[in-house]
């Protein structure tokens, strides 16, 4: 009997100790590839940019994009969220389904650009020239949707189905 109580005991001592150092990493873990990842934009993704105007679905989280001349740029699905795209000149640019939450637009030039579908929520767009840009279904910085056929401006519905 006393085998018995010794031989299980230890094991479940071990398998303790097992848990702690398994739950330990893992949100060790977990954290790194958070931050590593998940909130860093990806070189090669910016390089492509810059060099072709052409990066559909890339990672440009948190990145640097001041003043950049990205007229006719196709960043359709892309991850602009947080990055900085201040006096940027994207004009012509197909922005649709692209996520722009809380992105520094300020200033930045959105003439024509398609922007259907794209979440622009807590964006600061002060100064932004959106002449002509096509916002049909884009989330606005204030969480709202832009209605169908909202071009220069978002048009928002009140509850009773009718533009603002």
């Known amino acids: 009997m006393t085998f018995y109580k010794t031989h299980y005991s230890r094991r479940g001592n071990i398998a303790r100790i097992f848990c702690k150092v398994f739950l330990f990493a893992s949100t060790f873990l977990a954290g790194c590839l958070i931050s590593d990842f998940s909130y860093a934009f990806n070189e090669a993704d910016l390089a492509r940019l810059l060099s072709t105007k052409q990066c559909q679905w890339c990672n440009l989280h948190d990145a640097d994009l001041s003043g950049a001349q990205l007229s006719g740029a196709q960043l359709s699905n892309a991850s602009l ?14 922005l649709s389904g692209a996520f722009l939450m809380n992105a520094n637009l300020t200033g930045a030039k959105l003439i024509d650009a398609f922007l259907v579908n794209a979440n622009l929520s807590n964006a600061n767009l002060s100064g932004t020239d959106f002449s002509g840009a096509d916002l049909s279904g884009a989330i606005w910085t204030d969480g709202t949707k832009c209605e169908k ?15 603002k």
């Open 149 to 163: 056929k909202s071009f220069g401006e978002c048009k928002q519905s009140n509850l009773l189905g009718e533009p």
């Open 81 to 94: 969220t947080s990055a900085r795209l201040t006096n940027a000149n994207l004009s012509r640019t197909n």
